[in-house]
Structures are given as structure tokens and as C-alpha cells.
């Protein structure tokens, strides 16, 4: 079964780093990129950007370049969501997504057909 | 950026009937690069609908998707309960990828 597992809830405080994991399975996990989806509470959907674990390329939403860092590590089909100085506004649902379809150029055009069930991230003082 | 708005924002409907989703983008969507999906309280969003009328494996008869341009709609046909969630129309044409806003569908 093609499956992402993600990691699990995590409390934090103002000014903390945090990484949180996506790991996949029951796939060629560097075939596809795996994404990253914001869900604010009772708020709807936000695209963060994507990661390559074959070689790390990324490619960012303008609205959370510089605020994030993805990354994957390929030797254990990971991909991570990371924050150096985590904000109260960081506080959301997180959701690792299968990005299916295809690059041509500097255009992409995915769509999400796996998820993972999402890491809740608190961030309070 | 492509903003994707969806309407009606709640839609009351009863197990049997039908129900016809739309959702309307601030400009032409890249060769119909439309998705759409469901997302049930607590739980992930799941896709539904692709390239805007291709149904993603395991997804019954019962969703359809159509349109083009700027209008596209989902249609769900003779509702089940498990039907009444929400639903979010996706844009992958243009980055950054953008999602509308979502439609409730709830039980009359």
C-alpha cells in the first residue's frame, strides 16, 4: 500500500526550531515529489511547495519562501518540513503530499494523490 | 497568483439527491489542470477528480468533473452519507498552486 506517514504532534514555543518527517512507503519514493499543504485551524488549504528526495530541488510557494525549509533524505525515504524560529501563526495542521504529473522546463504542474494524515503543530508560550 | 472561488460556501442537501459544486478561477486555468477533493472532520484530504474530469482510482461513478477556462464544477449524484464533507477545488496550471476556499456539504 502507498502510504505517508508523518510524524507526530508537536508543542512548541515562540522562537523554537521544529522538523517535522514525512516517510513513505510501498513506492519508488524518489520517483515523485512530495509536497507540503498548511491548514490552518478551521481555515482551508494552503500549498507550501515541493521537494525532489532524489536530489533535494525545491521549489517554494512566494508566500512561504524563506519561512520554511524542506529537505529529504533518500536513504530513508524521508522528506522534512522544517522552521528555524517558529511564530504563534505557525500554528496549523501540516500535510505531506504525493505530487503526481510532470516538469517540463521551469514549469510543473502536479496534483496530490497521496497524503499523509497530517502533523498538528501548536506553537504557544 | 490564480484565486479559485468556490461557491456556494454550504450547500443542504439530502442522501439521494444530487449535488453540483463550482468553482470559478481569477484567470484561465493551464489546460485544465483542475483537481478536486474531499476532506471529511479530522481526516486528510483525499483526491477526488484530476486534469478536471479524471476520476483518481478507487473513486466511485458517482463524481464527475467537468468545465474549462475559468468554470469547472463537481458533480456528486445520488449522495451518500459518507458524501457530506468538504470539498476543495485545486488549481497545479500555474505556481504557486492555489486552492479555493471550500464547499461545505451538509445534511439537510
Known amino acids: 500500500e502507498e502510504q505517508l506517514v508523518q510524524s507526530g504532534a508537536e508543542v512548541k514555543k515562540p522562537g523554537e526550531s521544529l522538523k517535522i518527517s514525512c516517510q513513505g512507503s510501498g513506492y519508488g519514493f524518489t520517483t515523485y515529489w512530495i509536497g507540503w499543504v498548511r491548514q490552518m485551524p478551521g481555515k482551508g488549504l494552503e500549498w507550501m511547495g515541493i521537494v525532489h528526495p532524489d536530489d533535494s530541488e525545491t521549489i517554494y510557494s512566494p508566500s512561504f519562501q524563506g519561512l520554511v525549509t524542506f529537505s529529504a533524505d533518500k536513504s530513508i525515504n524521508t522528506a522534512y518540513l522544517q522552521w528555524s524560529s517558529l511564530k504563534a501563526s505557525d500554528t496549523a495542521v501540516y500535510y505531506c503530499?504525493?505530487?503526481?504529473?510532470?516538469?517540463?522546463?521551469?514549469?510543473?504542474?502536479?496534483?496530490?494523490?497521496?497524503w499523509g494524515k497530517g502533523t498538528t503543530v501548536t506553537v504557544s508560550s | 497568483e490564480i484565486v479559485l472561488t468556490q461557491s456556494p460556501d454550504t450547500l443542504s442537501l439530502s442522501p439521494g439527491e444530487s449535488a453540483t459544486l463550482s468553482c470559478r478561477a481569477s484567470q484561465a486555468v493551464t489546460r485544465t489542470y483542475l483537481a478536486w477533493y474531499q476532506q471529511r472532520p479530522g481526516q486528510a484530504p483525499r483526491l477526488l477528480i484530476y486534469?478536471?474530469?479524471r476520476r483518481a482510482t478507487g473513486i466511485p461513478d458517482r463524481f464527475s468533473g467537468s468545465g474549462s477556462g475559468t468554470d469547472f464544477s463537481l458533480i456528486i449524484s445520488r449522495l451518500e452519507p459518507e458524501d457530506f464533507a468538504m470539498y476543495y477545488c485545486?488549481?497545479?496550471?500555474?505556481?504557486?498552486?492555489?486552492f479555493g476556499q471550500g464547499t461545505k456539504l451538509e445534511i439537510k
Open positions: 485545486q488549481q497545479y496550471g500555474d505556481s504557486p498552486y492555489t
Open positions: 486534469d478536471t474530469s
Open positions: 503530499a504525493r505530487h503526481l504529473g510532470f516538469k517540463y522546463f521551469n514549469s510543473h504542474f502536479y496534483y496530490m494523490d497521496v
